[in-house]
């Protein structure tokens, strides 16, 4: 019998008295500051200091016509200058196969032309054995006599071919009397953002030296064509090979992966209307010690101090919001001067985006920017001539930079580690989250197909005091907010990319603005939520006797056996609450991370 009664409680045994609003409140509180102060300090903790000034920069252009001119009464005997069409154009197609480590294999050899193909490149091997067949297609002029010049084109991000890539400008170059090379873009077996730039410098010198071993070639008179992210590769290229010509730099990104991107995103964020709080996130990603994951290419040791050390011109598109233009410009001039380099020109036209072109360059068709064509032409005519230029040296439209490039971008390894262990850990969270939901559906299923004919009712998972309830609540607010954030993101980011392409921004962003603030309220709301949960779960406890010292050996029992539970009466009830909790609670520091606590 005495047994019995330290198992049980006696029914005439007085039970504490409910907990009052204002008792409830008192302990909420409390709880509340503490998750949200924790919240606050992670977001602020992971703040990463950016300074956009100085603002709205500028470069004034000496005229507004964007044509290059040349004095040609000096022009040697047996030099001629050629306008586009003047030559019909003929294509070869040669395949050569380049070691990663820049050594050729076997001679090149003559392949068929074939308008048709994608020109699909293969790799064989790994490592620095690794090899490359890669197809160079050639333009030359039809009945042009002599050594020529020529151009070799260096592909910008992507996978381009010698088939799909550089075709009008190289054709255009061709019928001018040039002879111009495209190639499969060197890529080995890397990614975007593994790229191999010295390697795939030494390919283009490859291709640059096919083309000085040709006899209608003047070797002394071969350039580049260089595009974007190919800006890098030339720097290498230059460093390797100080005997090429001259070369047109089309929208150069002049500094480091980690400052041009950083740049280029936190500009395009702002200029789509994204809120400040996705801005923030940029500042972050940017931050990111990518070495922890192999990826060196952010923090490149760029070769500037030959690069810019031959004629160069470079040409901007005043639609262009992914380069750096009056920094980049300034940059560009200030090395090349400390080159003894004073043969330097500067174009911008009105209207054209990243690879001057008029218009969305998602949509095929799209044209150079007016006298575009026939300003390269002319000044690489001029150039490769050896002629004295009398045009301007700055010209086009005003160049214009709206925020700064970012010189505090830095690798923080602390800040790293934190966020990958956080994203790892609420990923697992919600995995093992996802599965006990699962395996709870899993088990009534099952119960109700063994119960079908007998009558029994199914137990639950024996939530009481109404914490299943709270728990579900929570669980689906905590995940439409995650999914509002993702959406709110990815929105951003399509804006962006059109925006890269060459459309217009949306004149009302809409969601990208206002799903942040919506998302910091709800987040508020929900760690208020949480906090009344753990609240409630200290009532139940205390009137359990739990809470006592020393506490009430029935009221444990009670507890473990289920026939006093605190939150459910079965140990798979019990478990689900906090593996959801755990999971719900991360996410919240997920959301702390990325800045949705800062107020």
Request: proline share 5%; with cysteine; aromatic share 10%.
């Amino acid at each position: 019998m005495q047994q019995d009664e330290r198992r049980t409680p006696r029914r005439d045994e007085p039970r504490p008295a409910p907990w009052s609003r204002g008792r409830r409140l008192s302990v909420s509180l409390p709880i509340f500051i503490v998750l949200i102060g924790l919240l606050v300090t992670v977001s602020n903790l992971t703040t990463v200091p950016w300074d956009n000034d100085p603002t709205g920069q500028t470069v004034a252009t000496l005229t507004d016509d964007t044509a290059v001119t040349f004095d040609t009464s000096s022009m040697p005997a047996g030099t001629s200058i050629h306008d586009e069409g003047t030559y019909r154009v003929k294509r070869e197609a040669k395949s050569i196969t380049v070691r990663r480590d820049g050594t050729q294999v076997g001679a090149a050899k003559p392949r068929r032309v074939d308008a048709s193909a994608d020109s699909t490149w293969r790799v064989h091997g790994s490592g620095a054995d690794e090899t490359q067949d890669v197809t160079v297609l050639i333009r030359r002029p039809v009945g042009a006599t002599g050594r020529l010049p020529a151009i070799v084109f260096m592909h910008g991000a992507g996978f381009g071919t010698a088939y799909n890539s550089f075709g009008d400008m190289a054709a255009s170059l061709a019928s001018a009397g040039f002879v111009t090379a495209v190639i499969d873009k060197p890529v080995w077996s890397t990614t975007d953002i593994t790229r191999d730039y010295p390697a795939s410098a030494r390919v283009y010198d490859a291709a640059i030296d096919l083309l000085r071993a040709r006899d209608d070639v003047n070797p002394a008179k071969v350039g580049i064509y260089a595009t974007s992210e190919s800006t890098w590769i030339s720097q290498y290229l230059l460093a390797d090979d100080p005997d090429i010509a001259f070369q047109v730099l089309l929208s150069p990104m002049v500094f480091t992966p980690r400052r041009s991107l950083g740049f280029f995103i936190s500009q395009d964020f702002a200029l789509v209307g994204a809120n400040d709080g996705y801005q923030s996130i940029v500042r972050r990603v940017f931050n990111a010690d990518t070495a922890l994951f192999g990826l060196d290419n952010f923090d490149l040791d760029l070769p500037e101090s030959s690069a810019y050390a031959i004629p160069t011109l470079i040409a901007y598109g005043s639609k262009d919001v992914m380069t750096a233009q009056v920094e980049g410009v300034r940059r560009m001039l200030e090395m090349a001067h400390a080159a003894g380099n004073r043969d330097m020109t500067v174009r911008s036209y009105p209207v054209a985006n990243h690879v001057l072109r008029l218009g969305d360059e998602a949509q095929t068709g799209t044209k150079f920017a007016d006298a575009y064509v026939d300003d390269v032409i002319s000044w690489a005519s001029g150039t490769a001539a050896g002629l004295d230029q009398t045009s301007e040296r700055v010209a086009g439209d005003t160049i214009y930079q709206s925020i700064a490039v970012p010189d505090d971008l830095r690798p923080r390894r602390s800040l790293t580690v934190y966020g990958v262990v956080l994203h790892a850990g609420m990923l697992l969270l919600l995995v093992a989250t996802m599965l006990a939901w699962l395996a709870a559906l899993a088990r009534r299923i099952a119960f109700r197909l063994r119960a079908r004919n007998r009558g029994v009712a199914y137990p639950g998972l024996g939530f009481s005091h109404g914490f299943g309830n709270a728990l579900v609540t929570l669980t689906i607010t905590t995940m439409a907010t995650l999914l509002l954030f993702a959406a709110g993101l990815g929105q951003v980011v399509m804006a962006v990319v059109r925006l890269a392409w060459g459309a217009a921004p949306a004149e009302e962003p809409g969601m990208i603005w206002w799903s942040w603030p919506v998302i910091e309220i709800v987040c508020t709301l929900v760690v208020w939520a949480w906090s009344r949960v753990f609240a409630r779960l200290i009532e139940v406890a205390a009137e359990r006797g739990v809470l006592r010292w020393p506490p009430r050996r029935e009221a444990i029992h009670g507890i473990v056996t289920g026939r006093e539970p605190v939150l459910a009466s079965t140990r798979f009830g019990r478990v689900l609450f906090w593996i959801t909790a755990a999971a719900m609670l991360h996410v919240l520091f997920f959301f702390a991370f990325w800045g949705l606590f800062v107020y």
